[in-house]
């Protein structure tokens, strides 16, 4: 980008600062001179405004909007071992997995994913602040071949130190970053309290699963200024199961342990009711095993292993080849796993609050190592014979003499993985009048590096990846009258080239990368009386691809055409209203019309007069709809139900035409590959029971419109059991059933690999007990 274009580009972003805050000026009304807000201290788990919100410590960042918090309350009593077991209960919010917790980095099928309302662009926070590393290859080098959630949800914080989840459908705000399409899930950390308190949780069960979690919390100093939080988790298991709905019966997923553990230590000073200090530290470390996919055992014999060989080398198609997925049993028998090893470190220091929003500056750094260990098992040996059948007569004389290794750490084929940032935040906010003005200032310095074995040879490559970004944001929430707010803002986006250093060590930019852009947004939320509300929010999205969505070489693109960032339009729209006392529901309706979205597809080449598979960009349209109900039945019973439904639709451009015969069933629809490799309706009901010291909730997740071709049912249902039992005070014994029924099931398909390749957990019985001292 031109020197003047970026003046151009500054100067429209201050004219439209100016214009918000001139707007604001407009909307103070001298009849609102005594309308004051309430202090938003939050302490109690849920504490609600008068649209119905649930109040946290950063609410005041977004304007209406479908926000589900997950209490501090609701995770003690549940149970939950990681984030993504806490969210699963969330209307529209859906994972796609293989059924274990690693994965193959650089493959998103073979790694953990998750959507809010079928968008992955997703932006994870902790404290308010993004996780994510803009340069990051762990979940693929190229927008289109892998999930654009990037971020591992499970290996962020452990569970014991989160105080509470929200999960934000949608945009959201603006101080969340241009590309939240899908949503926002925040995570807030625990703060010591003022009395020295302490916890040990200990779980064990199925599968020789075990979870360890001990905190301890407090305060010091003669007037207890100083808090502090400390939690140690590990959580392990060794191969789990899982019911195969293919061939029948309980099997064990292979190769699917793990071991992790975490170090959390927050530390907090209050100098005045205004003025604090947070230091927190960060971290993660963890072994996951993957076998890649699970096998089919219909063909799993000395016979089926022959015709899977037989078929693959005499041409027939993957798809065609139902055992084809056999073959990854070798890298389940070869302890294929990935490692990582994370430090984060976060220093903030919070100089004035007003009106429950804070000014503070932060300063931040990340280091995430990633390994993985791929042995690369050959299908055909260097003397020319075929790897035997696992399990056959003479597999374990081949096993022994081709995998001698007696530690992962000894093996030449580990790949190693570096994504680090550091970087520096500001934020100033001001209560003027009916107007809570935000300005914010992001500096980040991200880079990316990896060191790979090359493919039957000794040799390594290495290479890296840089790019530094200044996002900053301004919003103002004006409080029209006592049950109107508005809030306008406008992010800005400046991202420098990216700085590619390739394996001879030759550094060079990748040409024309630079971005600076202005990315508006509107929110609004209206009271009608005490028990209904309305809300909207429109967004300007903007998603930039990647450094090797800009490098690919030709025969990926359509017609040499470099792939362009993403662009598009947001929408939400909501309605909740309160019945009665006890009964309320919510309606709401997401909206994202993508002009420039990023996706593969086999498109017409005419050179070549065929149809092949290219990296494209096309316009898509993503519809989703939300619908919840809660009620009460007394002091004891509580239900909660969920609806969510969504379509995607695509749509070729720039003289591109999509493959007609791109089909499943006989239909000539190109998007049904697109809908039909996730359910189309999810269905959730939670169920709670508590009197005195007991406490019950029993989960329910059904899943409709799933295709026969790539999923082994039509609709799956999932449930969920807690058990809760406090003996006194300090003793708390409980019981969690996940998959209650043993059921069946994937949340992740592929048409080439066939269903069942990608299993859930089957039943996985925990007892644990917790001591607080």
Not at 246 to 260: A, I, P, Q
Not at 545 to 561: C, E, H, M, P
């Amino acid at each position: 980008m031109s020197n003047m274009k970026r003046k151009y580009t500054a100067a429209a972003a201050m004219m439209m600062v100016m214009g918000l805050c001139a707007s604001a000026s407009a909307a103070f009304d001298e009849n609102l001179n005594d309308y004051t807000l309430d202090t938003m201290v939050v302490e109690a788990d849920a504490v609600k405004n008068k649209f119905g919100d649930t109040i946290t410590e950063q609410s005041y960042y977004r304007t209406g909007g479908d926000v589900k918090v997950i209490t501090r309350e609701e995770i003690e009593k549940r149970h939950y071992t990681d984030v993504s077991e806490a969210i699963k209960r969330i209307p529209g919010v859906t994972f796609q997995n293989s059924g274990y917790r690693g994965g193959e980095y650089g493959y998103s099928f073979f790694n953990n994913s998750m959507s809010i309302n079928g968008d992955s662009r997703v932006v994870i926070l902790v404290d308010g602040r993004r996780v994510d590393n803009s340069v990051s290859t762990k979940f693929g080098s190229g927008s289109a071949n892998a999930t654009k959630t990037m971020a591992d949800l499970n290996a962020i914080v452990n569970i014991e130190t989160i105080d509470k989840i929200e999960v934000i459908k949608g945009p959201g705000a603006s101080v969340y970053g241009t590309d939240a399409t899908g949503g926002v899930i925040n995570i807030i950390t625990r703060k010591g309290g003022t009395e020295n308190h302490g916890s040990i949780d200990l779980q064990t069960g199925s599968w020789h699963k075990h979870v360890y979690n001990l905190t301890y919390s407090g305060a010091a100093g003669e007037d207890k200024s100083w808090r502090y939080f400390i939690s140690a988790s590990r959580n392990m298991a060794q191969d789990s199961k899982y019911k195969d709905a293919v061939s029948g019966g309980n099997r064990t997923y292979l190769n699917t342990r793990y071991k992790e553990e975490s170090t959390n230590i927050r530390v907090d000073k209050d100098f005045n009711e205004k003025q604090n200090l947070k230091i927190s530290y960060n971290h993660q470390n963890g072994v996951d095993h993957y076998p890649i996919l699970a096998p089919n055992y219909d063909y799993w014999s000395e016979a089926g292993w022959k015709d899977m060989y037989d078929k693959y080398y005499g041409g027939v198609s993957t798809k065609n080849n139902p055992a084809y997925r056999n073959f990854f049993m070798l890298d389940a028998l070869s302890n294929s796993y990935n490692a990582y090893r994370k430090n984060d470190i976060d220093i903030s220091y919070t100089f004035d609050k007003e009106n429950g929003m804070e000014s503070f500056i932060r300063v931040y750094q990340q280091k995430h190592h990633y390994d993985g260990l791929d042995h690369y098992p050959q299908w055909i040996q260097p003397d020319g014979n075929r790897v035997p059948f696992p399990g056959g007569p003479d597999w374990e004389k081949f096993f022994n003499s081709n995998f001698k290794w007696q530690s992962d750490k000894d093996f030449t084929k580990v790949s190693h993985y570096l994504d680090e940032n550091k970087g520096v935040q500001f934020q100033y906010a001001k209560a003027v009048g009916v107007n809570d003005l935000i300005f914010g200032l992001t500096y980040d310095k991200s880079e990316s590096s990896s060191n790979e074995p090359v493919r039957n040879s000794d040799a390594r490559t290495t290479s890296s990846v840089k790019r530094d970004s200044i996002m900053g944001f301004v919003q103002d929430k004006i409080h029209v009258n006592d049950k109107w707010d508005l809030t306008p803002s406008v992010r800005y986006l400046h991202m420098s080239s990216y700085e590619n250093t390739n394996e001879n060590g030759k550094t060079s930019e990748v040409a024309d990368s630079d971005i600076s852009t202005v990315t508006p947004s509107i929110n609004t939320q209206y009271a009608f009386d005490d028990t209904t509300s309305a809300y909207f929010g429109w967004s300007k999205v903007y998603r930039p691809v990647k450094a090797s969505d800009l490098t690919k070489a030709d025969k990926y693109l359509f017609n040499g055409q470099r792939l362009e960032d993403e662009k598009g339009n947001a929408f939400t729209i909501g309605f909740k209203k309160d019945l009665s006392d006890k009964t309320s529901v919510a309606v709401h309706y997401d909206y994202t019309d993508m002009s420039n979205a990023v996706t593969q597809y086999r498109v017409f080449i005419a050179s070549e007069n065929d149809y092949k598979q290219k990296f494209i960009n096309a316009k898509e349209k993503k519809k989703s709809f939300n619908l919840t109900a809660d009620h009460t039945f007394d002091d004891h019973w509580n239900l909660s139900l969920g609806y969510s439904h969504l379509k995607d639709e695509w749509s070729a451009k720039n003289g591109m035409t999509f493959d007609p015969d791109l089909n499943w069933s006989g239909t000539t629809n190109v998007n049904t590959m697109i809908n039909k490799y996730r359910p189309t309706n999810h269905y959730t009901a939670n169920l709670s029971y508590e009197n005195d010291s007991f406490y019950a909730a029993l989960l329910a997740n059904y899943f409709t419109g799933c295709d026969r071709t790539v999923f082994t049912d039509s609709r799956f249902m999932v449930f969920d059991l807690s058990l809760n039992y406090a003996v006194n005070k300090d003793l708390t014994t409980y019981l969690t059933v996940n998959n209650l029924t043993n059921t069946a099931y994937e949340n992740a398909a592929s048409y080439v690999y066939g269903p069942g390749a990608a299993p859930q957990a089957g039943r996985c019985i925990m007892v644990g007990m917790k001591y607080s001292f």
